[in-house]
C-alpha cells in the first residue's frame, strides 16, 4: 500500500490510466514531428550523396578537426581566465574598503552590461589584437564579470553565523573566507559556474566573425561551397551534435566534481560517540 507524499497523493487506477494515455499521446506527437522533419529534409534533398561527400575527404576531416582544436584552445583559455578574474572581482566585491568596493563593482556592472561581440570587435579593430588574444579577452571579459556575481551571492548565502564564529575563534577574514564561506559555498555556486562555462564554450563561436579559424568557421567554409551543393543541414547535423556533447561532458564533469566533493574527508559528517552517563558535579 503505497502512502501519499508532503507533495502529492499516490495517482489512483484511473489517474494511472490517463497519464498511460497521455503518455502515449505525447510520443505519438513527438514521433509524428519527427517524421515531418525527417520527410522535409529528404524532399529538400538534403541526404544527398552530393552534399554529404565533403566529409568523406581527409582535407575536410582536418580542417573540422583543427577547428575543434582551435575552440577548445579559446575556451580552455577563457575558462581559465574567467574563473581568475571572477574570484578576483568577487573579492573586490566583498572588500571591507569602499574604494575598492566601489570600483569592482563598476567594473562588474560595466562588463556584464556590454555585449559579448562589441567587446570582440573593439578588441580587434580598435585595439588591432590578433583573432585568437581578442576573442579570449572578451569572453573572459563578460564571463568573469559574471561569475564574479555568482561568487558574491554564493559566500554571500552561506549562514551569517558561520563567519561570525569563525571570527569569534579569532580567525583573520583571509581564513574565514579560504577554510569556512568559500568550501561552503561552492556547492551552491557550481550549477551556475558550469551553466556560465556553457555560455561561454558556446560563445567561442563568435570567433568566425573576426576570422578566427574555430569550428563554427570551418563549418562555414565546407557549408558554404558551391562544388557541393551548399550543404548547409548537413553541416549543421554534424557540428550541433558535436556542440551538445562538450555541453553534456561539462554538465557531467560539474556532477563528478560535486559527487567527490560529498565523498570528501572535510566535508564528510563525523560521527560523534554516544551519550554516556559521567560522574556527577559535588
Not at 139 to 151: C, D, I, K, Q
Not at 190 to 196: E, H, K, N
Not at 260 to 271: F, G
Amino acid at each position: 500500500m503505497t502512502e501519499a507524499t508532503a507533495l502529492y497523493d499516490v495517482p489512483g487506477p484511473v489517474t494511472r490510466r490517463r497519464h498511460t494515455v497521455y503518455g502515449i499521446l505525447s510520443t505519438l506527437v513527438i514521433l509524428a514531428l519527427v517524421a515531418w522533419i525527417l520527410y522535409l529534409l529528404f524532399d529538400t534533398g538534403q541526404f544527398t550523396h552530393t552534399k554529404w561527400m565533403p566529409f568523406a575527404y581527409k582535407g575536410i576531416q582536418e580542417l573540422l578537426l583543427r577547428g575543434l582544436g582551435n575552440t577548445l584552445a579559446a575556451f580552455a583559455m577563457a575558462a581559465v581566465l574567467s574563473l581568475a578574474l571572477g574570484g578576483l572581482l568577487a573579492t573586490g566585491r566583498l572588500s571591507d574598503h569602499r574604494s575598492v568596493r566601489w570600483l569592482a563593482t563598476v567594473v562588474v556592472e560595466f562588463f556584464r552590461a556590454m555585449p559579448v561581440l562589441v567587446m570582440i570587435f573593439f578588441i580587434f579593430v580598435a585595439l588591432k589584437v590578433q583573432p585568437l588574444p581578442a576573442l579570449v579577452a572578451g569572453l573572459t571579459l563578460y564571463n568573469g564579470s559574471v561569475l564574479a556575481e555568482v561568487f558574491r551571492s554564493g559566500v554571500n548565502s552561506v549562514e551569517r553565523g558561520q563567519g561570525e564564529a569563525a571570527f569569534a575563534l579569532g580567525m583573520r577574514k583571509t581564513q574565514v573566507m579560504s577554510y569556512v564561506l568559500v568550501p561552503q559555498a561552492v556547492r551552491a555556486m557550481l550549477p551556475a559556474i558550469i551553466s556560465q562555462l556553457v555560455v561561454a564554450l558556446k560563445d567561442t563561436s563568435l570567433g568566425y566573425l573576426i576570422t578566427y579559424e574555430e569550428f563554427l568557421h570551418a563549418g562555414k567554409l565546407i557549408a558554404s561551397n558551391l562544388d557541393y551543393d551548399l550543404p548547409f543541414i548537413p553541416v549543421v547535423m554534424v557540428i550541433s551534435p558535436i556542440y551538445i556533447g562538450m555541453c553534456m561532458l561539462l554538465s557531467w564533469f560539474a556532477g563528478w566534481v560535486a559527487r567527490r566533493e560529498r565523498r570528501s574527508p572535510k566535508t564528510e559528517a563525523v560521527e560523534v560517540a554516544p551519550a554516556e552517563p559521567g560522574m556527577l558535579l559535588p
